[in-house]
């Protein structure tokens, strides 16, 4: 199973050096250059992200807003950086939901290490979902039906984790492309209808994910 970090860090030499590392510790990692950058992915793939590793001083929105709006929806592990050696920093970071802190420098040995932890104390509680014979476990990344694995692709997995988030809500084809593809994807949005078609073949009948005619997709058990 594949892990994914957003690094929040708008200074290049550093996020450069970070990505390269944690890239072959076989994490897939998602860069924001400033605060606003890293709001706007968190509310797109928040879904998809298991850890956080946010710099306290960025462009635009700082780390401790950042913190504080994602804190607001979301318990995704969040480790902070910062340069600045200050207790009230730190007191200040804890207070308002960072699960740990790091002072830059640091030795990347260490911060790896403190990474496996968050992430391991948070992979013990993070939610399955379940609707009729579907099961999808994020921990495992896995999918079952009928006790059946079923073999998605990382993009079906996203793809069906959001519908099952939103069970019995119908999603728009523009929802479901932004929260799956992300803001920045600029192929046809009827992208969306050809993996629902892929998904409804892996996952067999009886259909699940319904067609809600004009608006898009929902995902229920047949007799709700
Ligand atoms: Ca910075």
């Given amino acids: 199973m594949t892990q994914t970090i957003m690094l929040v860090e708008d200074e290049e ?3 450069t050096y970070l990505c390269s590392e944690l890239k072959f510790e076989g ?6 250059e400033d605060g606003q950058a890293a709001w706007d992915d968190f509310q797109q793939k928040g879904a998809g992200i298991d850890l956080i590793l946010l710099d306290w001083m960025l462009p635009k929105l700082d780390g401790l807003e950042v913190m504080r709006r994602i804190r ?3 318990q ?21 939901g960072a699960d740990d802190y790091l002072t830059k420098p640091f030795e990347i040995e260490e911060l790896l290490a403190r990474l496996r932890v968050l992430l391991r104390r948070h992979g013990n509680t993070v939610a399955n979902y379940r609707v009729a014979d579907l099961e999808l476990d994020t921990k495992a990344r896995q999918v079952h039906r009928g006790g059946q694995l079923a073999q998605l692709t990382q993009r079906e997995y996203d793809l069906l984790l959001v519908l099952m988030q939103h069970v019995g809500t119908t999603m728009s084809r523009d929802e479901l492309l932004d929260a799956v593809w992300g803001t920045e994807f600029d192929g046809q949005v009827n992208i969306v209808d050809v993996y629902i078609r ?7 009948g009886p259909n699940l994910i319904h067609t809600v005619r004009g608006v898009g997709y929902a995902l229920q058990a047949a007799n709700d």
């Fill in 13 to 15: 030499s550093l996020s």
């Fill in 198 to 204: 892929y998904l409804r073949q892996k996952l067999g």
């Fill in 27 to 32: 994490y897939r990692v998602l860069l924001a």
């Fill in 72 to 74: 607001k929806t979301s």
């Fill in 76 to 96: 995704v592990p969040i480790m902070m950086m910062t340069a600045r050696d200050y207790v009230g920093d730190k007191v200040a970071g804890l207070d308002n």
